[in-house]
């Protein structure tokens, strides 16, 4: 099995500042790589794709990097909004795994 | 589009509980589709997938050989048998829709259904 591994596992920043979670892979996962965000009580909601392509209707804060098997995810100026959960997902093979999270919080 | 989970709640252990997603707004027959799960408090953990046209399935080992996972294209709606349920099955089940030929990236998702496993 892939194990996915996010770093840190929780953050605080400022309204403005920019963010940056990463997510390392224990083998190449080439870019099949996803990031969700994740608002408590709500259903995770895909960002990211295939580690770069920004999803449909997704603010351009937002983006990602990597390949292979370390990636990242940036937001650029953190807004109110984008407190949530972060996971990152291989989804190159079965079984299909997940980072343990990041948690981003305001400071 | 729109996925709307049923068929949570209370199973004992060892018995067996039968998870629903409706869905509409898109032609389900074209789409593979997952179930993922979140255990109270936790991440999110993949269950298992199926292909649009249900003739491959794929499960995680922590539920292979108890869960089964189906689905009905003439009434839009995927299934998760859920049989010899254990306490570490207790989670928020949610079903995922596909993207057009990638079964493991998922672009829309239900609310959710808690199932709690208890004696």
Same mark, same amino acid.
């Given at each position: 099995?892939?194990?996915?591994?996010?770093?840190?596992?929780?953050?605080?920043?400022?309204?403005?500042?920019?963010?940056?979670?990463?997510?390392?892979?224990?083998?190449?996962?080439?870019?099949?790589?996803?990031?969700?965000?994740?608002?408590?009580?709500?259903?995770?909601?895909?960002?990211?794709? *295939?580690?770069?392509?920004?999803?449909?209707?997704?603010?351009?804060?937002?983006?990602?990097?990597?390949?292979?098997?370390?990636?990242?995810?940036?937001?650029?100026?953190?807004?109110? *909004?984008?407190? *949530?959960?972060?996971?990152?997902?291989?989804?190159?093979?079965?079984?299909?795994?997940?980072?343990?999270?990041?948690?981003?919080?305001?400071? | 589009?729109?996925?709307?989970?049923?068929?949570?709640?209370?199973?004992?252990?060892?018995?067996?509980?039968?998870?629903?997603?409706?869905?509409?707004?898109?032609?389900?027959?074209?789409?593979?589709?997952?179930?993922?799960?979140?255990?109270?408090?936790?991440?999110?953990?993949?269950?298992?997938?199926?292909?649009?046209?249900?003739?491959?399935?794929?499960? *995680?080992?922590?539920?292979?050989?108890?869960?089964?996972?189906?689905?009905?294209?003439?009434?839009?709606?995927?299934?998760?048998?859920?049989?010899?349920?254990?306490?570490?099955?207790?989670?928020?089940?949610?079903?995922?829709?596909?993207?057009?030929?990638?079964?493991?990236?998922?672009?829309?998702?239900?609310?959710?259904?808690?199932?709690?496993?208890?004696?």
């Amino acid at each position: 099995d892939i194990q996915m591994t996010q770093s840190p596992s929780s953050l605080s920043a400022s309204i403005g500042d920019r963010v940056t979670i990463t997510c390392r892979a224990s083998q190449s996962v080439y870019k099949s790589l996803n990031w969700y965000q994740q608002k408590p009580g709500k259903a995770p909601k895909l960002l990211i794709y *295939a580690a770069s392509s920004l999803e449909s209707g997704v603010p351009p804060r937002f983006s990602g990097s990597g390949v292979g098997i370390s990636f990242a995810l940036t937001i650029t100026s953190l807004q109110p *909004a984008d407190v *949530a959960t972060y996971y990152c997902q291989q989804s190159y093979s079965f079984p299909i795994t997940f980072g343990q999270g990041t948690r981003l919080e305001i400071k | 589009v729109q996925l709307l989970e049923s068929g949570g709640g209370l199973a004992q252990p060892g018995g067996s509980l039968r998870l629903s997603c409706a869905a509409s707004g898109f032609t389900f027959k074209n789409y593979g589709m997952s179930w993922v799960r979140q255990a109270p408090g936790k991440g999110l953990e993949w269950v298992s997938s199926i292909i649009d046209s249900g003739h491959s399935t794929y499960y *995680a080992d922590s539920v292979k050989g108890r869960f089964t996972i189906s689905r009905d294209n003439s009434k839009n709606t995927l299934y998760l048998q859920m049989n010899s349920p254990r306490a570490e099955d207790t989670a928020v089940y949610f079903c995922a829709k596909g993207v057009y030929g990638d079964l493991s990236r998922w672009d829309n998702w239900g609310q959710g259904t808690l199932v709690t496993v208890s004696s």
